[in-house]
Protein backbone atom coordinates (compact mmCIF):
# COMPACT_ATOMS: atom_id res chain seq x y z
CA UNK A 1 0.00 0.00 0.00
CA UNK A 2 1.30 3.52 -0.76
CA UNK A 3 0.36 6.68 0.13
CA UNK A 4 -0.95 7.62 -3.53
CA UNK A 5 -3.63 4.71 -3.46
CA UNK A 6 -4.56 5.94 0.05
CA UNK A 7 -5.28 9.52 -0.71
CA UNK A 8 -5.43 9.39 -4.56
CA UNK A 9 -3.04 11.13 -6.95
CA UNK A 10 -1.28 14.72 -5.22
CA UNK A 11 -2.78 18.15 -7.30
CA UNK A 12 -0.95 20.79 -6.98
CA UNK A 13 -3.77 23.76 -6.53
CA UNK A 14 -3.54 26.21 -10.14
CA UNK A 15 -2.15 29.62 -9.57
CA UNK A 16 -4.80 31.84 -8.14
CA UNK A 17 -6.08 34.30 -10.56
CA UNK A 18 -7.09 37.47 -10.06
CA UNK A 19 -9.10 40.03 -12.02
CA UNK A 20 -8.44 43.59 -11.65
CA UNK A 21 -11.19 46.37 -12.30
CA UNK A 22 -11.00 50.27 -11.43
CA UNK A 23 -13.59 51.31 -8.83
CA UNK A 24 -15.14 54.50 -9.09
CA UNK A 25 -16.20 56.41 -5.57
CA UNK A 26 -17.55 59.65 -5.59
CA UNK A 27 -15.47 62.52 -3.40
CA UNK A 28 -16.87 65.87 -2.45
CA UNK A 29 -14.70 68.78 -1.85
CA UNK A 30 -16.02 71.17 0.68
CA UNK A 31 -14.38 74.66 0.30
CA UNK A 32 -14.44 76.77 3.01
CA UNK A 33 -14.42 80.59 2.63
CA UNK A 34 -12.37 82.58 5.48
CA UNK A 35 -13.15 86.11 4.92
CA UNK A 36 -15.31 88.93 6.41
CA UNK A 37 -17.62 88.94 3.66
CA UNK A 38 -21.06 88.09 4.01
CA UNK A 39 -22.45 88.36 0.67
CA UNK A 40 -21.39 85.02 -0.35
CA UNK A 41 -23.73 82.06 -1.28
CA UNK A 42 -25.22 80.64 1.99
CA UNK A 43 -25.80 76.79 2.54
CA UNK A 44 -29.41 76.55 1.78
CA UNK A 45 -29.91 79.29 -0.66
CA UNK A 46 -33.35 78.55 -2.63
CA UNK A 47 -33.14 80.63 -6.09
CA UNK A 48 -37.27 81.74 -7.21
CA UNK A 49 -36.09 83.90 -9.82
CA UNK A 50 -33.37 84.69 -11.96
CA UNK A 51 -32.70 88.09 -11.05
CA UNK A 52 -31.16 86.30 -7.86
CA UNK A 53 -29.32 84.13 -10.11
CA UNK A 54 -27.82 87.23 -11.70
CA UNK A 55 -27.04 89.45 -8.50
CA UNK A 56 -25.43 86.08 -7.00
CA UNK A 57 -23.41 85.82 -10.01
CA UNK A 58 -22.31 89.25 -11.84
CA UNK A 59 -19.07 88.34 -10.43
CA UNK A 60 -18.66 86.66 -12.92
CA UNK A 61 -18.06 89.57 -15.27
CA UNK A 62 -14.76 90.24 -14.02
CA UNK A 63 -13.50 87.11 -15.59
CA UNK A 64 -11.29 87.21 -18.79
CA UNK A 65 -12.42 83.72 -20.07
CA UNK A 66 -16.18 82.71 -20.70
CA UNK A 67 -16.70 80.26 -17.53
CA UNK A 68 -19.97 78.01 -17.18
CA UNK A 69 -21.03 77.15 -14.34
CA UNK A 70 -24.16 74.61 -13.42
CA UNK A 71 -25.79 75.03 -9.49
CA UNK A 72 -27.43 71.33 -8.59
CA UNK A 73 -30.39 71.94 -6.76
CA UNK A 74 -32.49 69.19 -4.03
CA UNK A 75 -36.14 68.80 -4.52
CA UNK A 76 -36.69 72.36 -2.91
CA UNK A 77 -34.38 74.44 -5.46
CA UNK A 78 -31.98 75.18 -2.86
CA UNK A 79 -28.25 74.85 -3.59
CA UNK A 80 -26.23 71.59 -2.76
CA UNK A 81 -23.18 71.90 -4.77
CA UNK A 82 -22.01 74.34 -7.71
CA UNK A 83 -19.34 72.93 -10.33
CA UNK A 84 -17.32 74.92 -13.08
CA UNK A 85 -18.13 72.71 -16.42
CA UNK A 86 -15.50 74.94 -18.46
CA UNK A 87 -13.26 77.68 -18.37
CA UNK A 88 -12.87 78.76 -22.23
CA UNK A 89 -11.47 81.38 -24.14
CA UNK A 90 -12.40 84.87 -24.15
CA UNK A 91 -15.11 84.28 -26.55
CA UNK A 92 -16.45 80.50 -26.27
CA UNK A 93 -16.81 77.76 -23.64
CA UNK A 94 -16.93 74.08 -24.84
CA UNK A 95 -19.84 71.99 -22.47
CA UNK A 96 -20.89 68.57 -23.18
CA UNK A 97 -24.06 66.92 -21.61
CA UNK A 98 -21.51 64.52 -20.50
CA UNK A 99 -19.42 66.57 -17.84
CA UNK A 100 -22.57 68.62 -16.66
CA UNK A 101 -24.39 65.60 -15.87
CA UNK A 102 -21.37 63.22 -14.30
CA UNK A 103 -21.61 65.46 -11.46
CA UNK A 104 -25.12 66.22 -11.38
CA UNK A 105 -25.54 62.48 -10.69
CA UNK A 106 -22.76 61.90 -7.98
CA UNK A 107 -24.83 65.39 -5.80
CA UNK A 108 -27.94 63.35 -6.58
CA UNK A 109 -29.19 66.77 -7.65
CA UNK A 110 -32.55 66.79 -8.66
CA UNK A 111 -32.41 70.09 -11.01
CA UNK A 112 -29.86 71.74 -12.13
CA UNK A 113 -29.46 75.92 -13.28
CA UNK A 114 -26.78 76.48 -15.80
CA UNK A 115 -24.66 80.01 -15.84
CA UNK A 116 -22.11 81.59 -17.94
CA UNK A 117 -21.07 85.08 -18.53
CA UNK A 118 -20.45 86.57 -22.06
CA UNK A 119 -16.68 88.29 -21.41
CA UNK A 120 -17.95 91.02 -24.53
CA UNK A 121 -20.74 92.25 -21.78
CA UNK A 122 -24.11 91.42 -24.51
CA UNK A 123 -26.68 89.14 -22.52
CA UNK A 124 -27.62 88.03 -25.91
CA UNK A 125 -27.80 83.79 -26.45
CA UNK A 126 -25.67 83.10 -29.75
CA UNK A 127 -26.64 79.89 -31.77
CA UNK A 128 -24.40 78.04 -30.07
CA UNK A 129 -26.25 78.97 -26.22
CA UNK A 130 -29.42 78.19 -27.78
CA UNK A 131 -28.07 74.32 -29.47
CA UNK A 132 -26.50 73.70 -25.93
CA UNK A 133 -29.09 74.50 -23.81
CA UNK A 134 -31.50 72.39 -26.01
CA UNK A 135 -29.37 69.73 -25.91
CA UNK A 136 -28.75 69.98 -21.85
CA UNK A 137 -32.66 70.06 -21.23
CA UNK A 138 -33.31 67.05 -23.36
CA UNK A 139 -30.02 65.24 -21.96
CA UNK A 140 -31.87 66.28 -18.79
CA UNK A 141 -35.58 65.12 -19.33
CA UNK A 142 -34.10 61.32 -20.09
CA UNK A 143 -31.97 60.93 -17.01
CA UNK A 144 -34.48 62.61 -14.66
CA UNK A 145 -32.82 65.65 -13.80
CA UNK A 146 -34.63 69.24 -14.44
CA UNK A 147 -32.37 72.18 -15.98
CA UNK A 148 -34.69 74.78 -14.82
CA UNK A 149 -33.06 78.37 -16.78
CA UNK A 150 -29.90 78.78 -18.29
CA UNK A 151 -28.52 82.26 -17.42
CA UNK A 152 -26.16 84.72 -19.20
CA UNK A 153 -24.91 87.06 -17.07
CA UNK A 154 -23.70 90.21 -18.70
CA UNK A 155 -22.26 93.52 -17.96
CA UNK A 156 -25.18 95.16 -15.99
CA UNK A 157 -27.82 93.17 -17.27
CA UNK A 158 -28.37 89.12 -17.97
CA UNK A 159 -30.45 86.82 -20.12
CA UNK A 160 -32.73 84.13 -18.67
CA UNK A 161 -33.85 81.12 -21.23
CA UNK A 162 -37.25 80.87 -19.01
CA UNK A 163 -38.21 84.43 -18.86
CA UNK A 164 -37.12 84.71 -22.97
CA UNK A 165 -39.98 81.72 -23.17
CA UNK A 166 -36.67 79.23 -24.71
CA UNK A 167 -36.95 76.56 -21.93
Do not use: W
Not at 21 to 35: D, G, L, N, S
Not at 75 to 98: E, T, Y
Not at 118 to 142: N, Q, Y
Amino acid sequence: MTIQTLFGQEVQPSKPRSIRFRQIKAVYETMTVREEVTSYLKPGTRFSAPQQVYETFSFLMRETKEMFLTLHLDGKNRIMAMDVVSIGSLNQSIVHPREVFKTACLSNAAALILIHQHPSGDPAPSSEDVSITRRLKEAGEIMGIRVLDHVIVGDGTYFSFTEGGMM
